[in-house]
């Protein structure tokens, strides 16, 4: 059974900065890939930022220039390092890794809060 511990969400000014951990276990985290998606209130989830087991990353535009994404295998953990906050970044944020058939298994989530 895949389990998460994600943690670093919380509150923060416009222009700040916070940083999400993801520790992944009961999944082979190093040789897959991982990612966090966000869902705003009424609006559906999005994907924010993936990482591949290589390393390579993806995006969002919204976030691209003040999100970075990374991993550390060793630990199994996944972090979101978002720079330059906007209160439209006020989300719940998950964490995921996905498998080598594509399949998504989710953390719990964290709460992003921005103001203005």
């Known amino acids: 059974q895949v389990q998460f511990v994600e943690s670093g969400g919380g509150s923060a000014q416009a222009g700040g900065s916070l940083r999400l951990s993801c520790v992944v276990s009961?999944?082979?985290?190093?040789?897959?890939?991982a990612g966090w998606a966000r869902q705003a209130p009424g609006k559906e989830r999005e994907l924010v930022a993936r990482i591949s087991r290589g390393g390579t990353t993806f995006y969002a535009d919204s976030v691209k220039g003040r999100f970075t994404i990374s991993r550390d295998n060793a630990k199994s953990t996944a972090f979101l390092q978002m720079d330059s906050l906007k209160p439209e970044d006020t989300a719940v944020y998950y964490c995921?890794?996905?498998?080598?058939?594509?399949?998504?298994?989710w953390g719990q989530g964290t709460q992003v809060i921005v103001s203005s």
């Open positions: 995921y890794v996905e498998d080598s058939f594509k399949r998504r298994y």
């Open positions: 009961g999944f082979t985290f190093s040789t897959n890939a």
